[in-house]
């Protein structure tokens, strides 16, 4: 799960990865998810983290925070991932929750 935000946002910029190999060429990536990977790529797990928490607690203090949505969310993604990356979810769903 250490994968690299930044090798995702570098398919626009011509340069090919693992992860973009996997990517269909007839895929476009939209420009709002482009934008989000250009302002993370770069960034430590640990910094991720925090800006998750935060924009968590700002959620839950303005009343959006919606925990059922994210457990579905979380629940979807999780047949997906193999066992490492099910227990960091975990991990980081206990932390936010």
Do not use: C, H, W
Not at 25 to 37: F, G, Q, T
Not at 46 to 55: P, R, Y
Not at 66 to 71: E, G, H, T, Y
Request: charged share 30%.
């Amino acid at each position: 799960m250490a994968k690299s935000l930044k090798s995702i946002s570098d398919k626009k910029k011509g340069t090919n990865t693992p992860v973009q190999e996997q990517i269909p060429d007839n895929v476009e990536i939209p420009d709002e998810i482009n934008s989000v990977i250009d302002r993370y790529s770069g960034k430590s797990e640990a910094e991720l983290m925090q800006e998750l928490k935060k924009v968590t607690a700002q959620q839950k203090s303005s009343g959006t925070f919606d925990r059922s949505s994210m457990l579905e969310t979380m629940q979807k993604l999780s047949p997906m991932l193999n066992d490492e990356q099910r227990r960091k979810l975990k991990q980081i769903t206990d932390q936010l929750l």
